[in-house]
T-cell receptor, first 116, second 114 residues
Framework: AQKITQTQPGMFVQEKEAVTLDCTYD???????LFWYKQPSSGEMIFLIYQGSYDEQNATEGRYSLNFQKARKSANLVISASQLGDSAMYFC?????????????FGQGTRLTINP | EAQVTQNPRYLITVTGKKLTVTCSQN?????MSWYRQDPGLGLRQIYY???????DKGDVPEGYKVSRKEKRNFPLILESPSPNQTSLYFC?????????????FGPGTRLTVL
């Protein structure tokens, strides 16, 4: 069963608009973490934002915010005032507790294209 | 500078020719992991290591081997590569615990097996 689902394979947005990338997850753990990573065309994985399952407030990092709805098991990434440099692949990931270690389970990714 | 390094960054090889992709981190992290990235599938974990001499299988371990003889190094070994192992490979490391720490990724190794 898919544990992380990103339903938008691709998105096209005009520069300066806000954009929401969807992510839903499935877990029976009470304690877990949710991450968003950005992968530009150069290929590296860039950490953007983290939300812990017990965090009461939505995480924010500059122009990035995470809309965390625990009951719906969703962790959408919101990018405000999009820029051309935001064009990239975006991955949602969930940290699972596995034998005391961290394991990141990734979604399929969403390719975001910002149009000028 | 804190970083995870991988070598080589690009590799084209032929079926059956053993190869090793190296991974090294300078952050004294206990936990290290290998992922492969394929279109439409995201990243999938191959193997992970919780500390020196402690390794375990991830979701897609078939055809791969790893070793962890030193804390900083975690090489990925393909004893007999096949074309279905053509992929983008990432090494990652983190402290374990604290649980809020994220994983730091290497720059990736693009492997093509002909």
């Amino acid at each position: 069963a898919q544990k992380i689902t990103q339903t938008q394979p691709g998105m096209f947005v005009q520069e300066k608009e806000a954009v929401t990338l969807d992510c839903t997850y499935d877990t029976s753990d009470q304690s877990y973490g949710l991450f968003w990573y950005k992968q530009p065309s150069s290929g590296e994985m860039i950490f953007l934002i983290y939300q812990g399952s017990y965090d009461e407030q939505n995480a924010t990092e500059g122009r990035y915010s995470l809309n965390f709805q625990k009951a719906r098991k969703s962790a959408n990434l919101v990018i405000s005032a999009s820029q051309l440099g935001d064009s990239a692949m975006y991955f949602c990931a969930m940290r699972e507790a596995l034998k005391g270690a961290q394991k990141l389970v990734f979604g399929q990714g969403t390719r975001l294209t910002i149009n000028p | 500078e804190a970083q995870v390094t991988q070598n080589p960054r690009y590799l084209i090889t032929v079926t059956g020719k053993k190869l090793t992709v190296t991974c090294s981190q300078n952050m004294n992290h206990e936990y290290m992991s290998w992922y492969r990235q394929d279109p439409g599938l995201g990243l999938r974990q191959i193997y992970y290591s919780m500390n020196v001499e402690v390794t375990d299988k991830g979701d897609v371990p078939e055809g791969y081997k790893v070793s962890r003889k030193e804390k900083r190094n975690f090489p990925l070994i393909l004893e007999s590569p096949s074309p279905n192992q053509t992929s983008l490979y990432f090494c990652a490391s983190s402290f374990s615990p604290p649980r809020t720490d994220t994983q730091y990724f290497g720059p990736g190794t693009r492997l093509t097996v002909l």
